[in-house]
């Protein structure tokens, strides 16, 4: 029994930075509770461009792998480069974060979807299963948007994938076609794919900007030399 709690102990130690996925609790439950709320009295959310863009069932397709999409990359990171887990998971969080606060503060919904379907097919299928999950509500900036672009983006600054063209091919490809998905299954306005990517053009240099790394660069060789208890020492005439 000893062994397997020291072996346990090593596992929780070695993982320890699962923690900061109990984010997803938080956002779950936040979210949930808008979708209860924000049913009937809303915020339209239109542009001109939106009637002028095809429904298209077979972007249904697309736009389920996001989860795949998400799951896997930030998977992929929690076991082989925590250092760019956290940064994806501070990126995916902030938007998120601010995609709920604008949601509560200006609640809003669009009237894309089409009533009546021309085809019937299972492409069909699967969009009436999910606009029967997903209601037309609490739309931008559009996380499928936002996280998409930030999913890509740490596969581009990795340096573990740096000689992986491929990856970052198939990556590029997912999410151009996660990101035409939201406006081809009228799931979102073309205004909330713009604010989605503005998000993500304002919070990258937050996560990814030379200022950032050059503090955490700071940070970490202080505490690997033990600087700072030098300094201490130092100003406390401690020999």
Request: aromatic residues 16%; hydrophobic residues 45%.
């Amino acid at each position: 029994m000893k062994g397997k709690a020291e072996k346990l102990r090593e596992v929780c130690h070695q993982y320890r930075h699962a923690w900061v996925l109990s984010y997803l609790i938080f956002y779950l439950i936040w979210w949930a509770c808008l979708e209860q709320k924000v049913t009937r009295r809303f915020h339209i959310v239109h542009m001109a461009v939106d009637d002028k863009i095809p429904f298209l069932e077979v972007f249904v397709i697309p736009y389920i792998l996001w989860f795949l999409y998400m799951a896997v990359v930030v998977a992929y990171f929690f076991f082989r480069d925590v250092q760019d887990y956290y940064k994806l998971c501070a990126f995916l969080f902030t938007g998120m974060t601010v995609f709920l606060i604008v949601s509560t503060v200006y609640p809003n919904g669009h009237c894309l979807r089409p009533r009546v379907f021309e085809r019937d097919n299972i492409f069909v299928d699967l969009v009436k299963v999910l606009y029967g999950t997903d209601t037309p509500t609490n739309l931008f900036p559009s996380i499928h948007v936002y996280n998409s672009i930030g999913v890509h983006i740490s596969l581009l600054r990795s340096e573990r994938l740096k000689g992986k063209k491929w990856a970052r091919r198939c990556s590029f490809l997912l999410m151009a076609s996660i990101i035409a998905s939201t406006m081809f299954l009228k799931q979102h306005s073309a205004f909330d794919v713009i604010t989605g990517g503005a998000m993500a053009a304002a919070v990258y240099p937050l996560v990814y900007g030379g200022g950032w790394q050059a503090v955490r660069k700071y940070v970490c060789e202080k505490y690997k030399t033990g600087g700072w208890k030098n300094e201490y020492r130092k100003q406390m005439g401690v020999k």
